[in-house]
């Protein structure tokens, strides 16, 4: 085996082996489990890897090999350079909207279906507040899994129509996304379901590591001085960590950036929980958003998240929902990006940082959007004139 599994609060060693998620010993939440590489022995160079290949031209460390007619297509994605956004020379943007089912959230599914196939498993599932249960759904669709999707009932309509042409079996519980999650844990290990629910399993944060990857490569090689990122769970803000942590190992770059993770007002529970200091625990909260796909209050990887983001030296910062729903519009007017609320809130995060004098025009910075905007329409759609012009007016206007 080419990997082991490391608890992220004992830092005790296991040997990977079928339906193991978490240290038994410190549980759940406290024991999320890292996935460690031989590293010293790992043969990786530069020349490896190309800026138009997918995410599974990292196969050297990814924990699973390629099973699907999508592993290829997954990754990729753009990222595009902006000069003096908002006053700073240099703003990378990694676009994951462009994704198979148009988030972040393919690069965990791939791994997990790759996975239940190579265990030989016949049923996957998962809980998610939309992007993750869609990405599994459309990418598990071409394959012989069965796929259950528990979901609260109020996830936005543009993922549920995705849900709903996929073919998967949707549990649209009365509850919110923690309480689905929960559920699905309790139906889905008594089956013995192949376990697609990313702050437990710790082999999606592996998929989602390859975005700092790309990243990395189509930046040349590039120093980045902060990257921005929303966090729910805080799966993906870790597994960006993770991602230049493992190329710094490897000496394939110089420095991690200070990773910047930033929530919503209404549910900040990662940003309470590191401030409270190390040893963290969870601080688990109730609250609301408009950014759909970071609506948690019960994070399940927030020590991982914690513990990696001060790694970085960087922080959580906190963005309302009103300046969320600014931040969509601004982003769309600046760089032709549309993206849904959790993903324009990484540029509300930014922007309030330069406006506290706190980013230099000379840094180096990168925006992770995680989600494409039409995942999550309807939180615009008050914001849209509903009225007309008449074919006469609009003559007149252009005489």
Known sequence: MKYKLKCIT?????????????????????????????????????????????????????????????????????LIEFNDLLGI??????????????????????????????????TIFCASTGNAATSLAMLSASTNLKTYIFVPNTIPIGKRLQLEVSGATILAIEGNYDQAFDLSMEIGLKKGWYLRNSAINPYLLEGKKTGAFEVIVQNNYE????????????????????????????????????????????????????????????????????????????????????????????????????????????????????AEPAGAITYGGFKKMVELNEINKNDKVCLVITGNGLKDPDVLKNDIENGFIEIDEVRRRFK
């Open 89 to 122: 020379n240099k703003v990378l943007i990694k676009y994951d909207g462009t994704n198979f089912s148009a988030s972040y959230k393919d690069r965990a599914s791939i791994i997990a279906i790759n996975k239940a196939i190579e265990e030989k498993k016949d």
């Open 223 to 338: 120093d980045i001085d902060y990257l921005f990122v929303s966090v729910g769970d805080g799966t993906v803000v870790s597994a960006l960590y993770k991602g230049f942590y493992e190329f710094k190992k490897l000496k394939l770059i110089s420095k991690i950036p200070k990773i910047i993770g930033v929530q919503s007002e209404g549910l900040d529970a990662v940003k309470r929980t590191f401030e409270q200091g190390a040893p963290y625990a969870p601080v688990d909260i109730e609250g609301t958003t408009i950014a759909d796909s970071i609506a948690v209050g019960m994070p399940r990887d927030v020590i991982k998240a914690c513990k990696y983001v001060e790694a970085s030296n960087g922080k959580f910062i906190t963005v309302s929902d009103i300046k969320i729903k600014e931040a969509i519009f601004e982003l769309g007017k600046s760089t032709g990006i549309f």
């Open 10 to 78: 004992c830092e005790k060693i296991y040997e990977p082996k079928e339906d193991f998620y978490f240290c038994p010993e410190c549980g759940e939440r406290f024991g999320t489990l890292e996935v460690i590489y031989d590293y010293d022995n790992l043969n990786i160079k530069k020349e490896d890897f190309s800026k138009e290949k997918g995410m599974f031209q990292f196969e050297k460390l990814l924990p699973v090999s390629s099973h699907t007619r999508f592993d290829e297509y997954i990754g990729a994605t753009p």
